[in-house]
């Protein structure tokens, strides 16, 4: 929980007279939390290093005695782990973890406001961690007597430390942070630029730095570099949208001049060209064409201001939808000017319907694999149960699911199976990718060919759960295991369910690189093996119902007795003994089963004759017949697509 | 500091003038307000000495370069000019340019280059009563050069500053008798000890109050 980023620390934090005293307070408590200031509390506006500075008070807190107990954590986070044990009553656990710590760092304490069940478990909190001398931390935006509708009690003690704010750095300390941040990242400026930049009064650090990064883009951009002049050019109003008066050490007339212009300027601007010039400085700055706007600036009279914005608003929200949509299916298309300009929502719309007429979705499971027609069994039951829960629950309980064995046992029929459950079960909002692991290899390469990879590798990705089916083929095929490994990640790290095939557990697979092993394996791995007697009478008995022929209860005996290594062998099987009965006219006895089966040699019954006749005995050869086509499922569902 | 627009050239004007059919006070899409303040006045009133009085309280980490000019080309340019930039107001970057005209008579197409697109005039009048003269000589002139640039004389804002009020009382005149010579059309007006620095910044309030006023009274500033 003691999350303080490594990044902040008191050796990059610059130090200028606005932040001083509270660095030096903050420094104190790091060196002895719970002797100094107890609690600290620091505030200032945004982007002036509050995070920075307790994530470097954390720090050096830890470094210098790593038995500490330290809590960093947002009072976001701090309520939403309070309500989590009250629902769970588990209180007395949190409790107790809060009071055991010895340094906690509270960020963001003005959303305080009003939340009077926090505020009341903070003071309880605060009152224990402080009477054992336990050290607390705080930072907010504004002091605590501004943070509105507190308990006044509890306001007491958060002001009953220390209170420190952090202005605005000056000058110098401007300087001497974009030269740190220019040595950090390696810029270089020539000389006189730095100093020109930071001339600029901005609101607060972040400002500071985005502007710098500015100045690095154009330099970067440009073949020359650039130069001190063209310094407010580049970063031009960006560096002026605080609305403050800047202050500044000057002479008290200048001062005041300066806040009478900025009474006359609130009194004087007109509100809705303000507004329209905040929307363009907003809008411009997110990149997106705002002539439409400045347009209505040139207006003599005031538009309707709120239309006018909330219809801008919209027109950029709807180009985030369709940009979103369309760089699902193609990732280049991102830079499309089209996405940037509200005026041309039209041609947007018609650039991602386009894109989206070019895709196809990627082929899910075969509905041919129902869930409810997969019998089951002692070989079977664990993979079958473990199924149960992936459909219950996609991408949480066990992911990736691998499901090998020999070939035929039904891996196939169940991760379909398991892919229609989980569209099923989402009413059809879910998008699940099946393939068969050469297929996916196939439309691999002829993506690559097509140049269409992005599209290809958006379409895995866009899918919410992804099956392939006979993974062991991608074994030795080193681009087809990049993509899957790519393709892998983005979905496990997704949430979304991953279910794999394989006719051998992972770590058996040959050629297969180990990141990709490791993530197989990283799942649940399990068997299905050969039907046991058990499952195969059932599925005889499904197999016979399906062909609307009664078996009675001692041939499917019989033939559950007889071993077969798939329930394909099974399906054979039965197929021959149909076709055998329909040929010779008799209806399924154990007698025409046995002799169809053992021939007639160990068969007393008489030799049915007539089926000679009408059929080539040659098609009823066993040996003859290949009865077991290997991966025929993968291939027919190959060609009815 | 680069200078914003630059000095008037000859033929031209201010940049932000030069582009535009009227003259923008706000540009609310950059969110810039500039404004052009010109001190008016006969020559050795004091206009100089109120820009650099100004300069002088300016703080050092804002101060641009106080450029006088006087250049020798095929015209002669004399004059002062002082850019402010009073950073982001209301959201608004802000400058403020201030120039001062060449009193002597003999600058006349100097004043002129210097009062196009002037968002709002300072006249600073000679308290010294043997001034009074060359102060209404002045003041005819300015609106001879205000109608020229085809200004509204009556709709720009204008203030007037009494200057030398320090001097001896037999020396100056008083100002209601400043205000009967020069003041007809009852413009806001201010004394003023311009080396001193008394009446300086309150005549620059004054003036850019005037002015700012013409924020919401429409885009454009100057005609």
Redesign the interface.
């Known amino acids: 929980m003691s999350h303080s980023d490594a990044r902040y620390r008191f050796d990059n934090f610059i130090v200028g007279s606005g932040n001083r005293l509270a660095v030096a307070a903050a420094r104190a408590v790091a060196e002895s939390p719970g002797a100094t200031y107890n609690p600290l509390f620091i505030y200032s506006g945004s982007g002036l290093g509050k995070t920075h500075l307790v994530g470097a008070l954390g720090h050096l807190a830890l470094e210098l005695q790593p038995e500490l107990r330290t809590i960093y954590l947002s009072l976001d986070e701090f309520v939403e782990q309070l309500h989590a044990s009250i629902s769970a009553s588990e209180t007395e656990a949190f409790k107790k973890r809060y009071h055991t710590v010895d340094l906690l760092i509270l960020d963001d304490v003005q959303f305080l406001t009003g939340q009077r069940e926090t505020q009341s478990e903070m003071l309880r909190l605060f009152t224990a961690l402080q009477g054992s001398g336990r050290q607390i931390v705080m930072t907010s935006d504004r002091p605590p007597s501004e943070i509105a509708d507190v308990d006044e009690r509890l306001l007491t003690r958060l002001a009953g430390g220390l209170i420190v704010d952090i202005g605005a750095p000056d000058y110098e300390t401007r300087i001497a942070i974009l030269r740190s941040k220019c040595e950090e990242r390696g810029l270089h400026f020539r000389t006189g630029v730095i100093e020109e930049l930071a001339r600029v009064e901005f609101g607060n650090v972040r400002e500071l730095q985005g502007a710098l990064n500015r100045l690095a883009a154009y330099q970067a951009l440009g073949q020359q570099s650039i130069g001190a002049p063209d310094v407010r050019m580049i970063v031009g109003s960006q560096g002026t949208s605080s609305i403050t008066i800047p202050i500044s050490k000057s002479s008290g007339e200048f001062q005041s001049f300066l806040s009478d212009v900025a009474v006359a300027v609130a009194q004087h601007v007109e509100g809705w060209k303000a507004r329209i010039g905040e929307a363009i400085a907003y809008w411009g700055g997110e990149g997106y064409r705002t002539a439409l706007l400045e347009r209505a600036l040139q207006l003599e009279i005031a538009p309707d201001v709120d239309q006018l914005i909330a219809g801008y608003s919209a027109a950029v929200d709807h180009l985030r939808t369709l940009e979103q949509r369309a760089t699902a299916v193609d990732a280049a298309l991102g830079a499309n000017e089209v996405f940037r300009d509200p005026e041309r929502v039209n041609d947007a719309e018609e650039l991602t319907e386009r894109a989206l007429a070019g895709h196809t979705p990627p082929v899910g499971p075969s509905p041919a694999f129902a869930r409810e027609s997969f019998e089951v069994g002692a070989s079977n039951e664990m993979a079958v149960r473990v199924a149960d829960m992936v459909i219950a629950d996609p991408g949480r309980k066990y992911n990736p699911l691998v499901l090998h064995g020999s070939s035929g046992v039904g891996k196939t029929h169940l991760a379909n199976a398991i892919g229609n459950e989980m569209l099923n079960l989402s009413g059809g909002a879910m998008t699940v990718s099946c393939v068969g692991a050469q297929t996916f290899i196939d439309e691999l390469i002829e993506a690559i060919q097509d140049g269409t990879l992005e599209r290809w590798r958006a379409r895995y990705r866009a899918a919410d759960a992804l099956i392939i089916d006979d993974v062991h083929f991608i074994a030795g095929k080193e681009r087809t295991q990049d993509e899957l490994f790519h393709v892998f990640n983005a979905c496990y790290d997704a949430g979304k369910q991953i279910i794999l095939t394989s006719d051998r557990p992972p770590r058996e697979l040959g050629d297969l690189e180990e990141r990709l092993r490791s993530r197989f394996d990283g799942g649940l791995v399990v068997e299905i093996a050969q039907p046991d007697r058990d499952l195969r009478a059932k599925i005889y008995a499904r197999q016979f119902l399906q062909r609307e022929r009664t078996a009675t209860d001692d041939v499917i005996g019989y033939l559950a007795d007889r071993p077969v290594s798939s329930v394909r062998e099974i399906i054979g099987t039965v197929h021959r003994i149909c076709a055998a009965a329909d040929v010779a006219g008799e209806t399924i006895s154990l007698s025409f089963v046995r002799l169809e089966l053992e021939g007639a040699a160990t068969a007393p019954a008489p030799a049915r004759a007539p089926s000679d006749e009408r059929m080539d005995p040659f098609f009823l050869d066993d040996e003859k017949i290949v009865w077991d086509w290997p991966d025929i499922t993968a291939r027919l569902i190959e060609e009815m697509r | 500091?680069?200078r914003p627009s630059g000095p008037p050239r000859a033929g031209g004007a201010s940049n932000r003038s030069a582009s535009h059919g009227t003259l923008s006070l706000?540009n609310?899409?950059?969110?810039?307000?500039t404004c052009k303040i010109v001190y008016y006045g006969p020559g050795r009133s004091g206009k100089t000495t109120n820009l650099h009085y100004?300069y002088g309280?300016?703080?050092e980490?804002?101060k641009g370069t106080m450029v006088s000019l006087a250049t020798q080309t095929d015209r002669t340019l004399f004059f002062d000019f002082l850019p402010l930039d009073?950073?982001?107001?209301?959201?608004?970057?802000?400058k403020f340019q201030l120039y001062t005209v060449p009193g002597q008579v003999y600058y006349q197409t100097t004043r002129k280059l210097v009062l196009q697109g002037a968002d709002g005039v300072v006249f600073v009048a000679d308290s010294q009563a043997r001034q009074l003269e060359e102060n209404i000589e002045s003041f005819q002139d300015l609106h001879a050069n205000l109608a020229e640039h085809g200004i509204n004389a009556r709709e720009v804002p204008l203030v007037i500053q009494y200057n030398k009020q320090d001097l001896p009382k037999d020396l100056i005149l008083s100002v209601p008798e400043l205000e009967d010579a020069l003041n007809f059309r009852n413009v806001p007006h201010y004394e003023a000890d311009a080396l001193h620095?008394p009446g300086v910044?309150e005549t620059?309030?004054g003036i850019?109050?005037l002015v700012?006023?013409?924020?919401?009274a429409?885009t454009s500033g100057g005609r």
């Open positions: 500091m680069a706000v609310y899409s950059t969110r810039e307000i100004i309280q300016v703080p980490d804002r009073l950073g982001a107001i209301s959201g608004f970057s802000t620095g910044f620059l309030r850019s109050e700012l006023k013409r924020l919401s429409g």
